[in-house]
């Protein structure tokens, strides 16, 4: 059963950095493209970055340039290191496997940049 659990969120001042995780588990994660997602309030679910198996790596154009994504497949993780942060990247984040059947979403961790 693929299980996907975020964490490093919480509450930082603009300009601040957090670095998020994602820990996986029930599927080859080298073998998958991983991407992550986030859903600020009252909004839908937007792509954030996608990183392949080659460790190729796409941004969203709002964050580009500020944002990091990696990868450590030895330890099952995934990370988004997010520097600048701006009120507008408060949002419930998520990671999310590519090509993987997945029954649920993570829980996601809330990030919040004041204004």
């Known amino acids: 059963q693929v299980q996907l659990a975020e964490s490093g969120g919480g509450l930082v001042q603009p300009g601040g950095s957090l670095r998020l995780s994602c820990a996986v588990s029930?599927?080859?994660?080298?073998?998958?493209?991983m991407r992550w997602y986030r859903q600020p309030p009252g909004k839908q679910r937007e792509f954030v970055a996608r990183i392949t198996t080659d460790g190729s790596t796409y941004y969203a154009d709002s964050v580009k340039g500020r944002f990091t994504i990696s990868r450590d497949n030895a330890k099952h993780m995934l990370y988004l290191q997010m520097e600048s942060l701006k009120p507008e990247d408060t949002a419930v984040y998520y990671c999310?496997?590519?090509?993987?059947?997945?029954?649920?979403w993570g829980q996601g961790t809330q990030v919040t940049v004041p204004t």
């Open positions: 029930g599927f080859a994660n080298s073998s998958h493209g």
């Open positions: 999310f496997p590519e090509g993987v059947v997945v029954d649920a």
